[in-house]
């Protein structure tokens, strides 16, 4: 099985970011152990601040990956382009967000992603992706 993970803007700073609300693990620390405990899924991680470069990674990996795993950051609230990419391709795309959106800003409440998403984590830090993964694996079998 191959899953995709996507992160969009400022998610590079994991770690350093607001640790209060986005914890103190860098995605990079993360992703060599969820790659650990799952050695039979090839993963492919990119992460970009740049909305159209998240566009094309969507359209490259959308037609051959079995999943995609995607945490647009703040473009979910702003980017009609990425829930477009999404309708666009055929793999499906499960949204991530590691806060509880819905208890922050009201701006946070809006997202472009979720209605073309095939489900939305949202809320449980980290777990979230590794339950995205777990989904997958599920569907698949
Ligand atoms: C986020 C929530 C977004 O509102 C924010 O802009 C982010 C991260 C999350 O994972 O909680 O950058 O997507």
Same mark, same amino acid.
């Given at each position: 099985?191959?899953? !995709?993970?996507?992160?969009?803007?400022?998610? *590079? =700073?994991?770690?350093? %970011?607001?640790? &209060?609300?986005?914890?103190?693990?860098?995605?990079?620390?993360?992703?060599?152990? =969820?790659?650990?405990?799952?050695?039979?899924? %090839?993963?492919?991680?990119?992460?970009?601040?740049?909305?159209?470069?998240? !566009?094309? +990674?969507?359209?490259?990996?959308?037609? $051959?990956?079995?999943?995609?795993?995607?945490?647009?950051?703040?473009?979910?609230?702003?980017?009609?382009? #990425? &829930?477009? +990419?999404? /309708?666009?391709?055929?793999?499906?795309?499960? $949204? !991530?967000?590691? @806060? *509880?959106?819905?208890?922050?800003?009201?701006? %946070?409440?809006?997202?472009?992603? @979720? /209605?073309? /998403?095939? &489900?939305? #984590?949202? &809320?449980?830090?980290?777990?979230?992706?590794?339950?995205?993964?777990?989904?997958?694996?599920?569907?698949?079998?």
């Amino acid at each position: 099985m191959h899953l !995709v993970i996507i992160n969009g803007p400022n998610l *590079n =700073l994991l770690g350093r %970011r607001e640790p &209060g609300i986005y914890g103190s693990s860098s995605f990079e620390s993360f992703f060599e152990q =969820l790659r650990e405990k799952y050695p039979a899924i %090839r993963f492919d991680y990119f992460q970009s601040n740049i909305e159209g470069e998240l !566009v094309t +990674a969507l359209q490259q990996y959308g037609f $051959e990956a079995d999943g995609i795993i995607l945490n647009p950051a703040a473009y979910t609230h702003t980017s009609v382009a #990425i &829930g477009d +990419a999404i /309708a666009a391709i055929n793999t499906p795309v499960i $949204e !991530v967000h590691i @806060s *509880n959106v819905h208890a922050r800003e009201d701006f %946070r409440k809006i997202s472009h992603v @979720s /209605a073309k /998403a095939a &489900g939305s #984590i949202i &809320g449980l830090g980290l777990k979230g992706y590794e339950l995205a993964v777990n989904y997958f694996q599920d569907s698949k079998k």
